[in-house]
């Protein structure tokens, strides 16, 4: 069953970027994407383990600080070579400029 | 021998190793050979100054050793080729085989400069580094000539591991070529507080018998473990014995826009060669995405593709818990602008006399700098032209100045 977590306010993450979060000892990361949906996905790269949120988003890539890694935030699919596992991704709602990830 | 045509690529680095994968990926389907003088699976260099010196991590294979295996490349390890019979097209090794290209590329990298001194280590391949790493025991006096990135990291890891450092540099500063000097700062202070003894503007004037570095001050230093980090000399003995043009500056095995040599079936690339850049001019990098982005553009021009290599050099090095990076090429620029993030990140642009971005570099914790270098990398390929007042703002996001240099025309 999807349990729904509060991971932030609306405002927390800018247009075009991407926030930490962590839930019970695990990372996740929170996309604002530049039509203004909300996504999230595991908060490490699948390639070396590097935390995603240190990375640059344009507009719907995420891409590994380290190794450039690239990853489609929206539907999780690795981008090529050194990313070549796809990221885990989770639902997410927005209620009351409150955003929550189904874990 | 086959008869078919074979597509041969000399040295097993970063570079050549990853070529050969690049050739697959570029749709060769014919027979690939790989020339390695080390008796060893490819392997990454930068680990070999860091986690791998520390102890904390196993060399790290460039790829895998299954998929030399599954790309059917064929590998030839620890034998050096030892001439190349342009008027049969074919390679010769140290052994005495022969072994016929259709094209060649030579990806042979550099190997570290030598000091006419006696007992000094280097540190450049994987041997090196496992040798190095058990000397390097808990209260262990280390010398460190040079204090560029290679020095700086082993005196990092010898620290690490419990040795007293000490780094002999000739220059007035650390990291002198190449990177701004208020960067440098930062990393010769993180380098005090660990206490490393750093000495600049001193030279090395001769080692004694068991470890006794005179310096050119008239001091002595006693020293367990002395070794250097004083630059790389490309390795180009191949391509000068038979004949290619080796360029008489930069001293790489000269190469032109598609990273052809002087013959039309040979190629080279990574730190051994000088190629020209559109932005730097002729140059010759030492830099593993450089060696990376080589084999990429060498690789599809091989098989025809025809095109120019064009990638904006990057470069970082890791310190203790420091990370530095450099976008583009600090030298080439004539004014600069620094941006003051609100967290202390500090990224200082470099412009060319015309405005156009030509270089940033930053250094900071963890991944601190890592997306703003990036950004910076980007403006650098677009030939942004970005107002100074702007770059300097930390409020104008760089994505902006991005967005707005790709969708105004740059001059050709
Ligand atoms: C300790 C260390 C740390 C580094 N850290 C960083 C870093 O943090 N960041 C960064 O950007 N760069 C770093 N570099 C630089 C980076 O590793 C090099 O730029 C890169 O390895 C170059 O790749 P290459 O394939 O051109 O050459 P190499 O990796 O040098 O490979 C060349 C290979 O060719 C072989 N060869 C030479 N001649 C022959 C012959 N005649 N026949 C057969 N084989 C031959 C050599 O044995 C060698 O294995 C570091 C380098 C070292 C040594």
Redesign the pocket.
Known sequence: MTQWIAACGVDDVDEEDVLPFQHDGVDYAIYRSPDDTFYATAGHCTHERELLCDGLVMDRVIECPKHNGRFDYATGKALGAPALVDLRTYPVKVENDTIYIGV | MSTERAMVV???????ARAVFELRDAGWTGPITL????DVHPY???P???AVLTGDAAPVPVRDADALREADVEFVAG????DIDRDRNELVLADGRRIPYERLLL????SARRLPLFGVSY???QAD?LALRDRLRPGARVGVIGGG??GL?LAASATARGCAVTVVEAEPRLLSRAVPAEVAAVVADRHEQAGVDVRCGTGVAAVRDRGVLELTTGETLDCDVVVAGVGAVP?T??AKNAGLAIDNVENGVRVDDRLRTSDPDIFA????CSFPHPLYGRIR???????HDHAVTAARNLLDADEPHTAVPW????QYDLNLQIAGLPDAATSEVVRQRSDGVETRFGLGADGTLLSAAAVGTGNAVAKDVRLAEMLIAARAMPDPASLADPDTALKALLRAAKSTPQPA
């Open positions: 000399v040295g097993a680095g970063e570079c050549g020339v390695g003088a080390e990454e260099r930068p070999l100054s860091k034998v050096a080729a030892s990806a042979t990298g550099a540190l450049r391949s580094a990135f290679i990291e390795e003995a191949l690339a990574g730190d051994c990098l030492e830099a593993w995405r450089n060696a470069f970082w090095s890791d």
